[in-house]
């Protein structure tokens, strides 16, 4: 999820330095007194103009009030620290849980950034980080040592780089303050919100068998109208043009380290019958809700579980052996996830939402299905890679895939994910046949997070050269 982080509301932080300490009180006690009066529409007139334009009114509203009925309102907060002096962080308890709120302010005291995710206790790092990537090639051992070095120890990062018909790894990790390398082209992580294009990718292959029409209604495999009869599509949800909110209002996120595991049948069917609410429909508005509909959906066309369905269109289908839907008896296959601390976390379990972030897999078996894009006769993965929707002037967005131009203007796909104990990142330019895949044990949550998607980017373009 870019990231695919299940509290995530918008981030546009800058490197501005800190103004005085006043200003940030001000801001995050105005933020607090308005949140909990419900006056979500003082908290937009505070944001700065760039803010506005990434968040509009509507979608803060909308962010605002979910949030208020999952964790409650604000009993207190404590500032806790600058981060990477960009951004103040503050320990804020909310009536059912405790959150990092992270705000940065503008020159004018104007609110430029704001995220917020579950609190991990800070600890101490340090600086001294030893490159012994001395087997790989001068300028890969750099480019990896400079984004992983503030990463904890014991992260893995397990990477892929297809250039000119051939497929090298890099592994690395980090141990004892030293990035080393290691082979792990073999060992499974978490992939998070990558699962989306493959989500798509069955979408696109019920599509080319005829079975269904992008433009088709999902109402129609339900038992029961949706809420004040409002019609979903297969083609919004791939796309994130539904108007569906992130998550769902009646997603108890009260487990932090697991969220998606007692989200069930019983829970989407009350979704649609008694929550379901559009915004901004035929606007691109990420949603994992979205997502997660959409594979459930496409299970119920074929009378199967999505899973199933998932590993007959797309396991199976691409030899991707060892590609799972589950973290059980993965025993030393398994690359433990460790929280931003680096300390280990459990794996997410999923149920309905499976099509939002469910997958686990390799960079090997990524590999395989990224060269399967490179054959322009396979009609179903082209379909997935044809623009849909203009997200911005910079990008658009497929079925699932996210269009983009390369740092020398090149095309490329891209989508990324994040769950509690990993963070991955995977970028193709299809036309010169090259690809960049990233997996790793990074928390989602870690500060750094944001290095893995750099690192790809990077990778990609060190191809072009």
Same mark, same amino acid.
């Not at 493959?198 to 109208?225: H, M, R, W």
């Not at 791939?238 to 569906?244: D, E, I, M, Q, R």
């Not at 490329?412 to 994040?418: I, S």
């Given at each position: 999820?870019?990231?695919?982080?299940?509290?995530?509301?918008?981030?546009?932080?800058?490197?501005?330095?800190?103004?005085?300490?006043?200003?940030?009180?001000?801001?995050?006690?105005?933020?607090?007194?308005? =949140?909990?009066?419900?006056?979500?529409?003082?908290?937009?007139?505070?944001?700065?103009?760039?803010?506005?334009?990434?968040?509009?009114?509507?979608?803060?509203?909308? !962010?605002?009030?979910?949030?208020?009925?999952?964790? &409650?309102?604000?009993?207190?907060?404590?500032?806790?620290?600058?981060?990477?002096?960009? =951004?103040?962080?503050?320990?804020?308890? *909310?009536?059912?849980?405790?959150?990092?709120?992270?705000?940065?302010?503008?020159?004018?005291?104007?609110?430029?950034?704001?995220?917020?995710?579950?609190?991990?206790?800070?600890?101490?790092?340090?600086?001294?980080?030893?490159?012994?990537?001395?087997?790989?090639?001068?300028?890969?051992? +750099?480019?990896?040592?400079?984004?992983?070095?503030?990463?904890?120890?014991?992260?893995?990062?397990?990477?892929?780089?297809?250039?000119?018909?051939?497929?090298?790894?890099?592994?690395?990790?980090?141990?004892?303050?030293?990035?080393?390398?290691?082979?792990?082209?073999?060992?499974?992580?978490?992939?998070?919100?990558?699962?989306?294009? *493959?989500?798509?990718?069955?979408?696109?292959?019920?599509? +080319?068998?005829?079975?269904?029409?992008?433009?088709?209604?999902?109402?129609?495999?339900?038992?029961?109208?949706?809420?004040?009869?409002?019609?979903?599509?297969?083609?919004?949800?791939?796309?994130?043009?539904?108007?569906?909110?992130?998550?769902?209002?009646?997603?108890?996120?009260?487990?932090?380290?697991?969220?998606?595991?007692? =989200? &069930?049948?019983?829970?989407?069917?009350?979704?649609?019958?008694?929550?379901?609410?559009?915004?901004?429909?035929?606007?691109?508005?990420?949603?994992?809700? &979205?997502?997660?509909?959409?594979?459930?959906?496409?299970?119920?066309?074929?009378?199967?579980?999505?899973?199933?369905?998932?590993?007959?269109?797309?396991?199976?289908?691409?030899?991707?052996?060892?590609?799972?839907?589950?973290?059980?008896?993965?025993?030393?296959?398994?690359?433990?996830?460790?929280?931003?601390?680096?300390?280990?976390?459990?794996?997410?379990?999923?149920?309905?939402?499976?099509?939002?972030?469910?997958?686990?897999?390799?960079?090997?078996?990524?590999?395989?299905?990224?060269?399967?894009?490179?054959?322009?006769?396979?009609?179903?993965?082209?379909?997935?890679?044809?623009?849909?929707?203009?997200?911005?002037?910079?990008?658009?967005?497929?079925? &699932?895939?996210?269009?983009?131009?390369?740092?020398?203007?090149?095309?490329?796909?891209?989508?990324?994910?994040?769950?509690?104990? =990993?963070?991955?990142?995977?970028?193709?330019?299809?036309?010169?046949?090259?690809?960049?895949?990233?997996?790793?044990?990074?928390?989602?949550?870690?500060?750094?997070?944001?290095?893995?998607?750099?690192?790809? !980017?990077?990778?990609?373009?060190?191809?072009?050269?």
């Amino acid at each position: 999820m870019k990231k695919s982080l299940f509290l995530l509301i918008a981030i546009l932080m800058t490197n501005l330095l800190f103004a005085q300490t006043e200003n940030y009180k001000t801001a995050i006690d105005n933020f607090q007194s308005n =949140y909990n009066a419900e006056k979500y529409e003082e908290i937009f007139n505070t944001f700065s103009s760039e803010m506005k334009q990434a968040l509009p009114l509507e979608q803060t509203v909308e !962010f605002l009030k979910g949030l208020k009925s999952q964790v &409650g309102k604000i009993e207190n907060k404590e500032f806790i620290t600058y981060q990477q002096e960009t =951004y103040a962080t503050y320990k804020t308890k *909310f009536e059912k849980m405790v959150l990092a709120v992270n705000i940065s302010l503008d020159n004018e005291n104007l609110i430029n950034g704001l995220f917020i995710k579950p609190y991990e206790e800070p600890t101490q790092t340090t600086n001294n980080t030893i490159n012994s990537l001395s087997n790989y090639p001068k300028e890969i051992s +750099e480019i990896i040592f400079s984004k992983a070095k503030d990463f904890p120890n014991n992260t893995q990062l397990s990477i892929a780089i297809i250039q000119n018909g051939k497929t090298n790894y890099y592994g690395v990790i980090k141990l004892n303050d030293t990035i080393k390398s290691i082979e792990n082209q073999t060992k499974v992580f978490e992939i998070g919100s990558i699962t989306k294009v *493959f989500t798509s990718t069955v979408l696109a292959s019920l599509v +080319e068998e005829g079975k269904i029409k992008l433009t088709d209604k999902i109402n129609s495999y339900y038992s029961f109208p949706f809420k004040d009869n409002i019609n979903l599509n297969f083609i919004d949800l791939a796309n994130h043009t539904s108007g569906l909110p992130r998550l769902p209002e009646n997603l108890d996120l009260s487990n932090e380290t697991n969220p998606y595991k007692s =989200y &069930g049948k019983n829970q989407i069917e009350d979704y649609l019958k008694n929550f379901l609410k559009l915004d901004n429909a035929k606007t691109y508005s990420y949603s994992n809700l &979205g997502t997660g509909l959409l594979g459930y959906t496409l299970g119920l066309t074929q009378k199967m579980s999505f899973q199933k369905l998932l590993q007959k269109k797309v396991f199976d289908k691409y030899k991707m052996k060892n590609s799972f839907i589950s973290s059980n008896n993965l025993n030393d296959k398994l690359i433990k996830g460790q929280n931003p601390n680096g300390e280990i976390t459990s794996n997410w379990d999923w149920d309905v939402l499976f099509g939002a972030g469910g997958i686990l897999s390799t960079t090997e078996d990524l590999v395989k299905f990224a060269e399967a894009q490179f054959n322009p006769k396979n009609k179903e993965l082209t379909l997935t890679r044809s623009p849909t929707s203009d997200i911005d002037e910079d990008m658009k967005i497929g079925l &699932g895939w996210h269009l983009l131009k390369s740092k020398s203007g090149k095309n490329l796909v891209w989508h990324n994910g994040g769950t509690g104990g =990993y963070s991955s990142s995977m970028t193709l330019n299809t036309n010169d046949k090259t690809a960049v895949i990233i997996l790793s044990n990074l928390s989602a949550y870690h500060p750094k997070m944001r290095n893995i998607d750099g690192l790809c !980017f990077e990778l990609i373009n060190e191809t072009e050269k």
